[in-house]
């Protein structure tokens, strides 16, 4: 996942300003439709994972996925931990899921059933802070904060092991490789590992938000995006003699600029979509015109019919321009090999069921409401077969120096956010058991 506005954390400090911690828990009693047995062990939850030892342990989880970063599909070693950790706990699994992946059962293993989820990949970045456990593979770094979700999972599988006895229901626990890029969440639902559940709660830490704050929204939370890689083909020549050639460095030069209007002409304003060129290799030689010249980019959108205009236009595009100036071009949406992601979307109900979940643990005002982003994650599969919901938790501290953007060489978190990521997957997951169980 990625990038968030740069407003976005003024609106946190702004909220915060105006909210004071003596209203926590003042009306959640009044208002929750979940019974005050639920609410007492939910609470129980955090100050469980907070214990010294609990903590000392999630700290040591993390640190240990932190030191060897794996990318997509190649997590072995951090699949490993993870099975050797539920072993000890006692939890049963399924290995290996989408490769690498496993997904834990605990509970009765009766309906109904929910689901968590924590990614488990790292990205290929070369970590630049300086800190006792920070990565010992070169060019690999949990830039992402991977490491703590997987590390907050284990934190749940322990939590919901310890109560297992009072599930209403099934959980299961996904672990899940290739966030980045990858898709992985539509393969663990290709292999059927999520068959019958009913709902799925996901969580992405945030460095815009301050530790002790989770957020969201409900509807679209990130966008979808998708990735093109063009190619252009002409005739090189000598670039003293332009007229004798078909010159692709114009072409794409044209299509690229004429790109831009996509957005700014044919989109409603009011419709977030974007178009973006990353890229362009072509050409070696000042006084040479090439034969053909490579460009690509990704394109960002709210809904279907976004994701299909800009595919469609993306091409025309370039197609025309190329012709213009006497060049061909093969535009590859690359759909099998970096599938697209579709929009995040948070189901209405599940949203307000996390969101009161994370005002029974830390109060209503540390749960706040976060601005959309253009960012995309592959939760958004999961969010396509059954009500989802993807909150970010807060991990921001100056003290801890964890204010570093994600996907950046010195990004870092604040461990505290552990133990209430921890409690915050697990007391969503019992809640709703809880609940759904009685209306059944
Ligand atoms: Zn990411
Ligand atoms: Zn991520």
């Not at 992985?184 to 938000?209: K, Q, T």
């Not at 396509?384 to 120096?401: C, H, S, V, W, Y």
């Amino acid at each position: 996942m990625g990038w968030f506005p740069e407003y976005f954390w003024f609106s946190v400090i702004i909220a915060l300003l105006l909210s004071s911690d003596s209203s926590n828990y003042k009306s959640w009693a009044l208002e929750s439709h979940l019974g005050s047995e639920t609410e007492l062990r939910v609470r129980e939850m955090l100050e469980s994972a907070r214990e010294a030892e609990f903590f000392d342990w999630l700290k040591s989880v993390r640190r240990r996925i932190h030191e060897y970063p794996e990318l997509a599909f190649e997590e072995h070693k951090t699949s490993q931990l993870i099975r050797d950790e539920l072993d000890s706990l006692g939890v049963e699994y399924t290995w290996p899921v989408a490769k690498t992946g496993v997904v834990a059962t605990i509970g009765s293993g009766d309906p109904p059933l929910f689901s968590l989820r924590a990614d488990m990949d790292a990205l290929p970045i070369q970590e630049s802070g300086h800190w006792e456990h920070k990565s010992k593979v070169n060019g690999k770094m949990h830039a992402c904060g991977h490491d703590a979700h997987t590390t907050m999972l284990l934190g749940a599988a322990r939590l919901l092991q310890n109560s297992r006895n009072n599930l209403k229901g099934t959980v299961k626990l996904v672990f899940q490789p290739g966030e980045e890029g990858h898709a992985g969440a539509y393969h663990v639902l290709e292999e059927g590992a999520l068959e019958g559940v009913e709902g799925i709660f996901g969580l992405h830490v945030l460095p815009a938000m301050f530790v002790g704050t989770i957020g969201s929204r409900p509807g679209p939370v990130m966008a979808g995006a998708g990735r093109f890689l063009a190619v252009v083909q002409g005739v090189g020549g000598h670039a003293a003699a332009p007229h004798k050639t078909r010159d692709p460095i114009i072409a794409v030069s044209m299509a690229i600029v004429a790109l831009q209007q996509i957005v700014s002409r044919e989109t409603d304003p009011l419709e977030a979509r974007v178009v973006s060129v990353g890229f362009i290799e072509g050409g070696q030689a000042e006084n040479v015109i090439p034969e053909r010249v490579k460009f690509g980019g990704t394109f960002r959108f709210l809904t279907s019919e976004g994701f299909s205009y800009l595919q469609q236009r993306i091409k025309e595009i370039i197609g025309t321009q190329a012709a213009v100036y006497h060049c061909t071009a093969k535009v590859d949406f690359m759909e099998e090999k970096r599938r697209p992601y579709g929009p995040t979307f948070n189901d209405p109900s599940m949203y307000k069921h996390a969101k009161r979940i994370g005002e029974i643990l830390l109060g209503d005002n540390r749960v706040q409401l976060v601005p959309m982003s253009m960012g995309a994650e592959d939760f958004s599969f999961y969010g396509q077969k059954m009500p989802a919901a993807f909150f970010f938790l807060g991990i921001r501290n100056e003290t801890a120096d964890s204010i570093k953007e994600l996907h950046t060489p010195y990004f870092a978190i604040d461990e505290a956010a552990l133990p209430i990521g921890a409690a915050l997957h697990a007391a969503v997951a019992t809640a709703y058991l809880d609940s759904h169980a009685q209306t059944q």
